[in-house]
């Protein structure tokens, strides 16, 4: 099962910031959160990933909470592109990795 | 560079049949995972292939077995197949020895069991 609850859908304008929230309040000390996206008909597409401090990348930033139980997605400025299903995930970094995915957000960016 | 690619991109069989789907990784990568992904769900882990060898597992039967290559390529075979079984089946590359920071997804073969 996912380790991870995120809620089923959000909607956000075109041009506006979207934030797209995750609980894991089981996560364990070796365990980094991951944000992958998957857009109609492809296969998933790693978007970022962090293990306590905030994370910036040029697709998107990731803010996580001081005690490590939820996080929080954002993308600055969303365009039509960005809609697509946005997954969540606990994994640690190392190793035999499996990425155990959830239902993710389905996000739409609307004109 | 090439990135994952997967063969076919769509396929139909009949059930009890049996099906191979391809996957070769991202130039550099050396190891495989296989997902399968239900219309509606999110992919669910099926197993990782790494030097060759079935490193990991998730829930699935022995009809699913797989075979990694020396050359990092690697098969998923299902035999007598289902109707639960028509689904999106994915293949995702990564490198090993630095961690698995991300893994790269191919686009898919699309199976469809009548």
């Known amino acids: 099962d996912a380790k991870t609850t995120q809620p089923p859908s959000m909607d956000c304008a075109e041009g506006r910031a979207a934030n797209l929230p995750c609980n894991h309040s089981t996560i364990s000390g070796n365990e980094y959160v991951y944000w992958y996206r998957q857009i109609h008909s492809q296969g998933p597409q790693y978007i970022i990933h962090?293990?306590?401090n905030n994370e910036t990348n040029e697709m998107a930033s990731l803010i996580i909470t001081e005690d490590r139980k939820s996080s929080t997605l954002i993308l600055p400025h969303a365009t039509l592109r960005d809609t697509a299903v946005y997954y969540c995930i606990v994994s640690i970094i190392q190793g035999a990795q499996k990425l155990v995915f959830g239902q993710g957000t389905r996000l739409t960016i609307n004109p | 560079d090439a990135g994952v690619t997967q063969s076919p991109t769509h396929l139909i069989k009949t059930r009890g049949q049996q099906v191979t789907l391809r996957c070769s990784p991202k130039s550099g990568h050396d190891t495989v995972s296989w997902y399968q992904q239900a219309l509606g769900q999110g992919p669910q882990f099926i197993f990782q292939?790494?030097?060759?060898?079935?490193?990991q597992r998730g829930n699935f039967p022995d009809r699913f077995s797989g075979h990694q290559f020396p050359n990092y390529s690697s098969e998923l075979n299902v035999n007598a197949l289902l109707l639960g079984d028509s689904a999106l089946y994915l293949c995702?590359?990564?490198?090993?020895?630095?961690?698995?920071?991300?893994?790269?997804f191919g686009p898919g073969t699309r199976l469809t069991v009548t």
């Open positions: 962090g293990l306590k």
């Open positions: 995702a590359s990564s490198f090993s020895p630095e961690g698995t920071y991300e893994q790269y």
């Open positions: 292939y790494y030097e060759e060898e079935e490193r």
